[in-house]
């Protein structure tokens, strides 16, 4: 009689494993996914999204490919609006920035980031005060003292696009230290170190990655990072000063944060199984060592989240790019 029981009690045992893993059975994609960057090539976020597909491709994470797609036009509009209207499309991922604050507060277009499905906050991009190294600058306090003095508006401040990142934190610092400057855009990052370099601009708000190499070979300085805390990398990059060296501004008196996004989102009315699927996919991109490699070189800030947290900072930052852009008057009128 007790082997029949048993017998019994393990096929209940294995029908109920087996209904469980049936209940588990996880969505994958089935064709290729698209993945949009809503930016030019050579950017920040194409050199992420290209750098994901490189390591999705190395390490077999995906049965289908992952294939970047650059969808720039009207300030990214053009990629948000692609996912937007691609709605219950699991094979449309799109990585964002700052833009997807920024490009429909200032340019009205019909689109908010809760037309989207938020799947992860991958890391966050780090904005470094620069000058240029031949100038009496060795700390905050000295470049702000230097910025006071002189009349309003002649200290020109460059950076990438208008009224955008650059130019808002340029707007905060204004409003810190109760000054103004003369915003010069350029087209890209390397391009503002460049014009730092020969000085055609007195400061920048360049990411690391952007003015690292100004950095290294002496014709840059750094004075803070505009994070709450310094940045984690502690391998030497000039004079023996590493990442981790550079104070925060707000601890030397220029009281002014400001972190970019890098994060995924999908396309609306994605499934749970479908955005786990992605989720997971991601925590296994971030455990390979050239995306460890990816974060040191950048210098980005490591910030994990998923889920009700990743929604909650989203929401918490729009409410903060709209404050900013509101009082530099980068709204668009309605």
């Known amino acids: 009689m007790k082997p029949f029981v048993v017998n019994v009690a393990l096929a209940a045992i294995a029908m109920s494993c087996a209904s469980s893993t049936a209940s588990r059975a996880v969505w994958e994609p089935v064709r290729p996914v698209e993945f949009i960057v809503p930016a030019g ?93 031949e100038k009496p600058y060795s700390s905050v306090k000295d470049y702000i003292d230097a910025v006071k003095k002189a009349p309003s508006g002649s200290f020109k401040m460059g950076g990438t696009g208008s009224k955008q990142e650059d130019q808002i934190i340029t707007v905060g610092i204004e409003k810190a230290i109760d000054t103004k400057f003369t915003y010069i855009p350029y087209k890209g990052g390397g391009e503002v170190a460049v014009q730092l370099v020969g000085n055609h601009v007195d400061s920048t708000v360049n990411n690391p990655i952007e003015a690292v190499a100004q950095w290294r070979g ?42 970019m996004l890098r994060g995924i989102f999908m396309s ?26 990816f974060m040191k070189n950048g210098a980005f800030n490591t910030t ?18 709209e404050g900013l852009m509101k009082e530099a008057g980068f709204l668009a009128s309605h």
């Not at 310094?230 to 981790?244: C, N, R």
């Not at 009315?269 to 296994?284: H, R, S, W």
């Open 41 to 133: 090539t050579g950017g920040g976020a194409d050199q992420m999204a290209r750098t994901i597909q490189g390591i999705v491709t190395k390490h077999n994470l995906m049965k289908q490919p992952l294939v970047v797609i650059n969808k720039a036009g009207g300030a990214g509009g053009e990629g948000f609006l692609d996912v937007k209207t691609s709605s219950g499309n699991p094979h449309k991922i799109i990585i964002t920035l700052s833009n997807l604050f920024t490009t429909p507060l200032a340019t009205g277009i019909p689109f908010n980031w809760k037309d989207l499905t938020p799947v992860a906050m991958l890391a966050l991009d780090e904005f470094v005060l620069w000058v240029n190294a």
């Open 218 to 259: 002496g014709k840059l300085r750094p004075l803070c990072v505009f994070d709450a805390q310094p940045m984690a990398y502690d391998e030497p990059i000039a004079d023996g000063k590493a990442w981790k060296d550079i104070p925060t501004c707000k601890s030397q008196g220029l009281a002014m944060e400001y972190l």
């Open 304 to 321: 994990f989240l998923t889920g009700a947290d990743y929604a909650r900072w989203v929401e918490a930052e729009e409410k903060r790019h």
């Open 268 to 293: 609306p009315k994605a499934t749970k199984d479908q955005i786990e699927y992605y989720v997971e996919l991601f925590k296994k991109v971030r455990a390979t060592p050239e995306w460890q490699e």
